[in-house]
């Protein structure tokens, strides 16, 4: 077996913004594989101000993994513990590489164009006038589950956009989320949980920073809002640790990103650990390529979700990797064009 490291750099098609900031690019890493009869593809999606792979050594550590394979090693994913990307590209593309067709890595009715699986429609953080165009053309797209950015804006502008969209659509016809990426204070929060509950908000993503366990349980405890944990979950690397904070914070769901995670099998036990605690989850992409995407989404639909999953980022890039995924009124769906095209 041969192995080989490429990197991509993929350009938003519109700047997208968030409490941390605006994106305008992100880098892809990818490991291939190759032996005298098959080939495997993984991504290793680090996402800038979210992972914790250390930056500096990123490319020296994927170049030594690549050796080591070249020497007639084979390097398992668990040992990467610390850049959780890089397992998650290395896991994925051992199944590619191991898989009939190294573009379907979980078959499954989802594969076969059978089944698709509903994704929410996401609002980027922007001026109000931008963000109110979004929502108009994720409504015309057919999305029954709106996910908008908050935290860059003063709240009651935000809220506001909100509010007009709940007099428009009862919860039983939209369901709205929103995503705080850690925007606020302790005090802040309550005050906007208080009034998210007023419109009936489906759940908040990480309403305070990670790290602040007891003020995080403390909220989940008392928010009028389910509460989801997201950032929070990143450099839990460690089984038990999952088990326990979960126990400690008891949050209403999770949020679920292989990429900054370490990958399937990190993500999985969360999901195991989560379902002990009766605590929902569902899984969201974290801005990887098409060829990320395409293998979360695969493994998504070989797992018992339940509804809406933010899958939505395929569409992001003027550059992103050509392939059959394609979004259909609020569905992600595999199709049967057009043809994987994959840059190198």
């Not at 080591?68 to 290395?90: F, Q």
């Given at each position: ?48 101000g979210l992972s914790i792979d250390p930056l500096e050594t990123y490319e ?47 078959p499954s009715e989802f594969t076969k164009g059978q089944k698709s699986i ?113 950032e929070e979950l990143i450099g839990h690397a460690v089984t038990d640790d ?103």
């Amino acid at each position: 077996m041969k192995a080989q490291w490429k990197k991509y750099t993929l350009e938003f098609k519109q700047p997208s913004g968030t409490s941390r900031g605006i994106l305008h690019s992100k880098t892809s890493w990818f490991i291939i594989l190759e032996t005298a009869t098959s080939w495997g593809i993984g991504e290793c999606g680090y996402l800038a101000g979210l992972s914790i792979d250390p930056l500096e050594t990123y490319e020296a550590v994927l170049e030594t993994l690549c050796q080591s394979i070249n020497r007639g090693e084979r390097p398992l994913p668990s040992t990467y513990r610390e850049y959780p990307s890089i397992r998650m590209g290395l896991e994925m593309a051992y199944r590619s590489l191991e898989a009939e067709d190294p573009m379907i890595l979980y078959p499954s009715e989802f594969t076969k164009g059978q089944k698709s699986i509903p994704i929410n429609g996401l609002v980027w953080m922007g001026s109000l006038d931008f963000m109110q165009a979004q929502i108009e053309d994720k409504l015309n797209e057919g999305y029954d589950c709106i996910k908008m950015k908050i935290g860059s804006l003063d709240f009651q502008d935000e809220y506001r956009l909100l509010k007009a969209l709940r007099a428009r659509y009862p919860a039983d016809v939209l369901t709205l989320r929103v995503d705080a990426n850690g925007a606020y204070t302790i005090d802040q929060a309550q005050r906007v949980l208080d009034a998210l509950a007023k419109i009936e908000v489906h759940s908040i993503e990480q309403p305070i920073a990670a790290g602040n366990i007891e003020a995080m349980a403390r909220l989940c405890a008392q928010s009028p809002v389910p509460i989801a944990l997201d950032e929070e979950l990143i450099g839990h690397a460690v089984t038990d640790d999952k088990a326990e904070l979960l126990a400690f914070i008891k949050p209403q769901y999770i949020i679920l990103k292989p990429s900054l995670l370490g990958g399937f099998t990190a993500a999985e036990e969360w999901i195991a650990s989560a379902s002990k605690q009766a605590c929902g989850w569902w899984i969201t992409s974290a801005l990887e390529s098409n060829i990320g995407l395409n293998a979360l989404a695969q493994w998504t639909a070989t797992l018992p979700t339940k509804g809406p999953q933010g899958l939505g980022t395929g569409s992001l890039y003027t550059n992103n990797i050509s392939g059959p995924l394609a979004i259909k009124n609020g569905y992600l769906v595999c199709a049967n064009s057009p043809a994987w095209a994959i840059p190198f």
